[in-house]
């Protein structure tokens, strides 16, 4: 069983930056591909970003590209989005997700979801 816990959001000034955790209490973190979605107040969920299961691919959405990256740690279960130069649009719930297979940006793909984490960036 995968069970996500996001943590690291919080209130922030335009350009900080923010890490946000996801750690899996499952067994089986290291077979599967791990990606960070987001939904902003009144919007759609997005992609924001995905890793493999080996770590050696990782993908973004264009509007994140060169600011945020994912990482994993696999002998902590534990998958990272660092956040740098953070602007008022990345304002959000950030969510991490996971699915036993390779990388997807498409969240059906995923089988199992964290609970959420607030960012917010102020201007």
């Known amino acids: 069983q995968v069970q996500l816990v996001e943590s690291g959001g919080g209130l922030v000034q335009a350009g900080d930056s923010l890490r946000l955790s996801c750690a899996d209490s499952g067994r089986t973190f290291s077979i599967y591909a791990m990606g960070w979605f987001r939904q902003a107040p009144g919007k759609e969920r997005e992609f924001v970003a995905a890793i493999s299961w080996s770590g050696s691919n990782t993908y973004y959405t264009d509007s994140v590209k060169g600011r945020f990256t994912i990482s994993r740690v696999t002998n902590k279960n534990t998958v990272y989005l660092q956040m740098n130069s953070l602007k008022p649009e990345d304002t959000a719930v950030y969510y991490c997700?996971?699915?036993?297979?390779?990388?997807?940006?498409?969240?059906?793909?995923?089988?199992?979801w964290g609970q959420g984490t607030q960012v917010t960036v102020s201007s």
């Open positions: 997700a996971a699915r036993p297979a390779l990388c997807s940006w498409e969240q059906n793909e995923y089988d199992y």
